[in-house]
């Protein structure tokens, strides 16, 4: 059985991290954007998500662990963010 006031508290904490509707980045395509959508649960493990549309040709829908959207990686010898808010 959840608890629906964890969950929400999760929701409410990952969307201090991630902005619903700012248009992001990724590291390796910087031309290409991408939509944030909403934050959700997994279902099957409770980590937060996030659920974002690509702005370019078929316009799929993904989503992404927060803590993968959120984490650092190596780029061209820089540690850099994954995605990164444009808008």
């Known amino acids: 059985m959840h608890n629906f006031d964890t969950l929400k508290k999760t929701i409410d904490q990952?969307?201090?991290e991630v902005k619903i509707g700012?248009?992001?980045a990724h590291y390796r395509q910087p031309e290409l954007l991408y939509k944030?959508?909403?934050?959700?649960i997994n279902e099957s493990?409770?980590?937060p998500?996030?659920?974002y549309q690509a702005l370019y040709g078929d316009k799929l829908m993904w989503v992404r662990a927060l803590s993968v959207w959120s984490e650092q990686v190596e780029h061209q010898g820089k540690t850099?963010?994954?995605f990164i808010l444009k808008e």
């Open 36 to 40: 944030v959508l909403a934050i959700a």
């Open 22 to 24: 700012g248009l992001y």
């Open 45 to 47: 493990t409770e980590e």
């Open 14 to 16: 990952a969307e201090q």
């Open 80 to 82: 850099i963010l994954r």
């Open 49 to 51: 998500c996030v659920v």
